[in-house]
């Protein structure tokens, strides 16, 4: 059973639209992260939320905790070719253990 | 100034070979991992090291050996490689461990068994 169900699984969308990406779970979090991951790259940290239903902006991304802490959200806006890569939610499970999500695939069709 | 670095990138082996890969993070970090990521880029914890002591195995088998030689450094050594070992690796570091902290990765480790 994955702890982290990430969807879509694929996500392949022109330039200036708009998408949202899910990381859902039947268990509560303390917090919960989103990492990018270039292609040829290692995955690197976006934000971190860690209040039922916190919303934090970056840029042209917004992130969401859920109310009761067990899912998460990402909406870009007018997604740019630089915007495609793997997006994974992640959480700690116990001291140094990060569990990471199935992750979306997106690209961005110029 | 790379923070995480590990070396080699990529990887060409045959199978029963043993192969290492070096890393080395100057973050000041006392934690250090190695994370496996698969075809469908599933990225799984293998290891994880606080200042040089083992924490974590995640059910790896005892073939993969990792080796802290100081809390910079977090190597991986590979016996009788096999196919199903191919995949990449990254080597990732972070302050704490817990709660809101941040992993730190490596640029990765493409390892191909033939």
């Known amino acids: 059973t994955q702890l982290l169900e990430q969807s879509p699984q694929f996500l392949s969308i022109q330039e200036g639209e708009n998408l949202t990406v899910y990381c859902n779970s039947s268990s509560v979090f303390s917090s919960l992260q989103w990492y990018r991951q270039e292609p040829g790259e290692g995955p690197v940290l976006l934000v971190t939320v860690v209040t039922g239903g916190e919303v934090k902006k970056l840029k042209r991304l917004t992130f969401q905790f859920g109310d009761a802490r067990k899912d998460s959200s990402l909406h870009i806006t007018a997604a740019q070719p630089g915007d495609t890569g793997l997006y994974l939610c992640a959480t700690w499970t116990g001291a140094n253990n990060l569990f990471f999500g199935t992750g979306t695939r997106l690209t961005v069709i110029p | 100034d790379t923070a995480v670095s590990q070396t080699p990138k990529y990887l060409v082996t045959q199978m029963g070979n043993d192969k290492s890969i070096k890393c080395e993070q100057n973050?000041?970090?006392?934690?250090m991992y190695w994370y496996k990521q698969d075809s469908k880029k599933f990225l799984k914890i293998m290891f994880s090291y606080n200042n040089k002591e083992l924490i974590i195995n995640e059910t790896v088998p005892n073939r993969f050996s990792p080796k802290s030689p100081d809390k910079a450094h977090l190597n991986l050594h590979i016996n009788s490689l096999e196919l199903g070992d191919s995949a990449v690796y990254f080597c990732?570091?972070?302050?704490?461990?817990?709660?809101?902290?941040?992993?730190?990765f490596g640029p990765g480790t493409r390892l191909t068994v033939l």
């Open positions: 990732a570091s972070s302050q704490e461990g817990l709660g809101a902290d941040t992993q730190y």
């Open positions: 973050l000041g970090h006392d934690t």
